[in-house]
């Protein structure tokens, strides 16, 4: 079990920001910005690479939902990042989908 289903499950904290029947979002106990929120589905997806048409819904809905969330810290406009890394060289290193919401600060590209 990876240690987002604990936090869906309730067995270990997590600062939570938001919360529906599909998805979860909380902030990044390691920040790389001002601003870094995590957002999940409940569903135990392991990755993009892993996601089939059956999660199309899902992972629609975790887009909305990171866009939701910036338009309530009110940094839509000035702009922020999306990310989600995969596998091993994509730096993923806990095996439940999420997407990364950093802002409130300059971003860099091309990234590390
Ligand atoms: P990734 O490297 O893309 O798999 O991202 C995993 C992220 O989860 C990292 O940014 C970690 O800092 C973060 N993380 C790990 N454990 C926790 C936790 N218990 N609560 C919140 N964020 C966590």
């Excluded at 904290?13 to 929120?37: G, K, R, S, W």
Aim: with cysteine; glycine share 6%; aromatic share 8%.
């Amino acid at each position: 079990m990876t240690i987002f289903q604990k936090i869906i499950d309730r067995e270990i904290p997590a600062n939570i920001v938001y919360e529906d029947d599909i998805a979860l979002a909380f902030h990044d106990v390691q920040p790389q910005a001002p601003f870094h929120v995590l957002v999940i589905p409940k569903k135990p997806i392991v990755n993009i690479a892993t996601a089939t048409q059956e999660d199309k819904t899902i992972l629609g809905h975790l887009m909305l939902v990171c866009a939701e969330i910036a338009k309530m810290e009110g940094i839509a406009e000035q702009g922020y990042r999306l990310v989600t890394n995969i596998n091993s060289w994509g730096g993923q290193s806990v095996y439940h989908l999420h997407i990364h919401l950093l802002g409130k600060r300059q971003m860099q590209w091309p990234p590390g």
